[in-house]
């Protein structure tokens, strides 16, 4: 069975960084998208990053501040969020995509993390 298991959230002031870390088990993604999206309360859940082999994606929000990577040996991806704003507030998701073609909608993705709460104070 697979899992998504997202870590690394956490209250931080504007301004400050933060890195969200997501380990896949069941099986290995490295041939696959993984994608982190986020969802702010009373918000629609909107895309943030993705990455498929070095090929890197950003919502125009982030671009700039934030960094996807991947390391496959550990099935894992991170998201490294640098001058956080208080609008960055939001449950943090990763999510899988196994077929190739596309990134940006969450419909596209097989597999979903529980979320990570992600808090910026202003």
């Known amino acids: 069975q697979v899992q998504l298991v997202e870590s690394g959230g956490g209250l931080v002031q504007a301004g400050g960084s933060l890195r969200l870390s997501c380990a896949a088990s069941?099986?290995?993604?490295?041939?696959?998208?993984m994608g982190w999206f986020r969802q702010a309360p009373g918000k629609e859940r909107e895309f943030v990053a993705a990455?498929?082999?070095?090929?890197?994606y950003y919502a125009e929000s982030v671009k700039g501040r934030f960094a996807i990577s991947r390391d496959n040996a550990k099935n894992t991806v991170y998201l490294q969020m640098n001058s956080l704003k208080a609008e960055d507030t939001a449950v943090y998701y990763c999510?899988?995509?196994?077929?190739?073609?596309?990134?940006?909608?969450?419909?596209?993705?097989?597999?979903w993390g529980q979320g990570t709460q992600v808090t910026v104070s202003s």
């Open positions: 990455i498929r082999w070095s090929s890197t």
């Open positions: 069941g099986r290995t993604f490295s041939s696959g998208t």
């Open positions: 999510a899988v995509k196994i077929n190739s073609g596309g990134y940006y909608y969450s419909e596209m993705y097989d597999y």
